[in-house]
């Protein structure tokens, strides 16, 4: 047996039905079955899916959706039976189902009601539909629906109409307030006779004697609000009096522990003479460290890295040199010496070129192991092909004038990690290993790496900005050295004579001295950058020493008798010195309140005796129980005489000017334009540095070198 169904948009065949056979089944199975069946595009989450489907109308199909999606299954099987003795249209309207009040979390609490949404609301617990202040006994009775029955069947049958949505909402209501006034009466009422209490309000409740009251108490928002109001201020107000008690505790008893530390501080603490003192000593251990660390760096330059100032003659050049060679007479092993001229950036000073040649052939001369490492001009910006050329013939010529090979040329390869895709420079750098003529068949270094492969690297080349290439020479000299049979006691001289503006090749054999390396190291440095570049080196040395073992202590040890074991409660100890907690007890207290002003009373007071030494910043007091520390030193920050020292807090503003006023460009001193973001830099004719936008746009610039590297032109004149 089969069972047919007709569905179409249409109700008639006429109106285009579609006979579909299904086999037997119930109507659940079947629903789903068609739910499968049917078209992509049907929305069946939706009521006008459904009414669409089955070409039902919008109150049916709602009804439809709610007993499908929201309503407890229980509910619609009591629904379904109720509907077969009493009848669909006679009992209630599609609406009262469809707008939800048989669904979970719909409520009844709206417009005059609001206040009591959460007493009305559809309760999920239990799967039954009964509202969320509900007691024990109804979890399992849907009283709302059973009042419904009851209310519909008291009605003579020729009277009886269909519940509408409206009545039905009303109905909800009166449910919602009496379980509420239930669940309230049984938190008071005796156990023992709440049962008949419930029993004689329940049959009063069916027999609607009370549903005028219960609407009525939930319309009176203020009934409810009054009674959540008072629970509130009851409770706000013992909160309140907790607080001010456990306020007033905690203040009397930091009061105490910090009476108890001040107490222990004067006892244990040296005075003000005592501190002086110990003040003295610090500074005057700081003092002799000092000199000890300078001493150590005099010692370092004058035995392995040796700086001498000349002029453009390099007329003290080579005696010089010859003075470091005697100094190193009599040691056993080998000399290599490598006299490194740095013609990248090609001198104006022609005379200084030919004295720089003249000094390399003569230290070449003296032995097979002695040669000479030119780095080769490269195009630059402010330079053309022509000049490059003309240089690199001059460099030719002056070594063929000394007797220097030119057969060793030499290609530097470089990385560039770190650079930007904009980075223009060259990845190779031409450079000559050049030997004195009559060595180059027996000379040690033919079996360096360098002459045999006749390249170096790949060495790294550092971004522009960083302006200082340590790493690339130490590559570089790496390089040469590979390949070379140099025994332990042999020794390597590094000649510097034509060394490049930041001296790299002299910071690279500074780096490889101070990592244990066995060289030596002399560099001819013109007057006007040897002082800048002498304090830079010398300052490197410093700094090896100072994190070296071999450096005192950077703080005066303390004696044993100083140590003292301060066993303080609340407040800590930095540098020797006692710091008053304020980020810890201030949150202990609420800001404004009496105790937080007397808090702050108390640090006034402890600071005027104690003096501020820092805040501490942690989440707790720290004890110290030793003196771990001790000051470097400590400023004087008293006013003397009137005068007061720097405010190092102060925000200083800078004169600002439209470029208008600084004057026609003729009348400056200089000006220096600024290029990729950076400011133009003007000296106006009052010696004032003045930095300018050069744009309409506004720039941000960050801390880093004014001008950039390469951007700027040399000039001689008189300013």
Request: with cysteine; hydrophobic share 40%; proline share 3%.
């Amino acid at each position: 047996m089969r069972r047919g169904v007709m569905i179409a948009e249409g109700r008639t065949v006429q109106d285009g039905c579609q006979e579909k056979w299904l086999p037997c089944g119930t109507m659940k199975e079947y629903w789903v079955q068609y739910k499968q069946q049917s078209s992509d595009n049907a929305d069946w989450e939706s009521a006008a899916g459904i009414a669409k489907a089955f070409a039902i109308g919008r109150a049916e199909s709602s009804a439809v959706l709610a007993l499908l999606s929201n309503v407890p299954g229980h509910v619609c099987s009591k629904l379904n039976e109720i509907v077969k003795i009493r009848g669909m249209t006679r009992f209630l309207t599609h609406d009262v189902i469809g707008k939800g009040t048989f669904s979970i979390g719909w409520t009844s609490g709206v417009l005059a009601c609001e206040g009591w949404s959460d007493q009305l609301t559809n309760s999920a617990r239990d799967h039954t539909l009964v509202t969320r202040m509900c007691i024990q006994e109804f979890r399992k009775v849907d009283l709302y629906l059973e009042r419904l029955v009851s209310d519909h069947d008291s009605v003579p049958e020729q009277l009886r109409r269909a519940w509408s949505y409206k009545d039905a909402v009303k109905l909800h209501q009166a449910t919602g307030a009496f379980l509420w006034c239930l669940d309230q009466l049984q938190k008071i009422a005796p156990a023992s006779q709440f049962d008949d209490m419930k029993k004689s309000l329940r049959q009063s409740f069916f027999a609607k004697f009370l549903d005028l009251d219960l609407i009525h108490m939930l319309e009176e928002k203020s009934f409810a609000e009054k009674i959540s109001q008072g629970r509130m201020e009851e409770k706000e107000e013992k909160a309140m009096l907790a607080k001010k008690e456990l306020a007033r505790a905690t203040y009397q008893h930091v009061l105490a522990m910090l009476e108890s530390d001040v107490k222990i501080l004067e006892e244990q603490l040296p005075g003000p003479v005592e501190a002086a003192a110990e003040t003295a000593l610090d500074m005057k251990y700081i003092r002799d460290r000092q000199q000890k660390g300078k001493a150590y760096v005099a010692d370092f330059c004058s035995k392995n890295f040796i700086l001498e100032a000349v002029n453009e003659d390099l007329d003290a050049a080579l005696p010089k040199f010859l003075s470091l060679l005697d100094s190193m007479r009599g040691i056993a092993g080998k000399m290599y010496v490598v006299c490194s001229l740095d013609f990248i950036v090609y001198p104006a000073a022609a005379t200084y070129v030919r004295k720089a040649f003249e000094c390399l052939a003569n230290v070449a001369a003296m032995s097979s192991s002695h040669i000479g490492f030119i780095f080769m001009p490269v195009h630059q910006k402010q330079t053309t092909e022509p000049a490059v050329l003309k240089h690199r013939r001059q460099i030719e010529e002056n070594l063929m004038k000394s007797k220097m090979s030119l057969a060793n040329e030499v290609c530097i390869l470089f990385a560039k990690p770190e650079a930007r895709v904009t980075d223009g420079r060259a990845m190779t750098q031409i450079s000559l290993l050049s030997l004195r003529q009559n060595y180059t068949s027996n000379s040690d270094w033919n079996s360096s790496s360098a002459v045999t492969t006749a390249r170096i690297g790949p060495a790294p080349l550092i971004r522009i900005s960083d302006m200082k290439g340590v790493d690339c020479f130490k590559s570089i000299l790496e390089g040469l050295m590979k390949g070379m049979e140099i025994k332990e006691a042999d020794r390597l001289v590094v000649l510097d004579i034509v060394p490049n503006r930041q001296c790299e090749m002299g910071r690279a054999v500074l780096q490889k001295v101070l990592d244990g390396e066995n060289i030596k190291y002399m560099g001819f440095l013109r007057e006007d950058v040897e002082k800048d570049l002498r304090s830079a080196m010398e300052s490197v040395v410093y700094q090896h020493w100072d994190s070296s073992a071999d450096a005192p202590p950077k703080q005066r040890p303390q004696e044993s008798k100083e140590k003292q074991d301060l066993k303080l409660e609340i407040l800590a100890m930095k540098d020797g010195s006692p710091v008053f907690p304020e980020q810890v007890l201030m949150d202990r207290f609420t800001a404004g309140s009496e105790y937080h002003k007397e808090v702050q009373k108390m640090k006034a007071k402890f600071e005027e005796k104690h003096g501020r030494v820092g805040a501490s910043t942690g989440t707790s007091a720290t004890t110290t129980t030793s003196q771990e520390g001790r000051v470097s030193g400590v400023c004087d920050f008293t006013i003397d005489e009137g005068l007061s020292p720097l405010d190092t807090s102060r925000e200083v503003s800078l004169p600002v000017k439209t470029i208008d006023q600084l004057g026609e460009p003729s009348s400056r001193i200089g000006t220096l334009v600024g290029k990729a973001g950076k400011p133009t830099v003007v000296l106006d004719k009052d010696f004032g540095l003045w930095l300018l936008n050069p744009g309409d746009a506004k720039i941000k610039v960050p801390c880093s070198e004014l001008c950039g590297f390469g951007t700027g032109a040399y000039k001689n004149g008189v300013v």
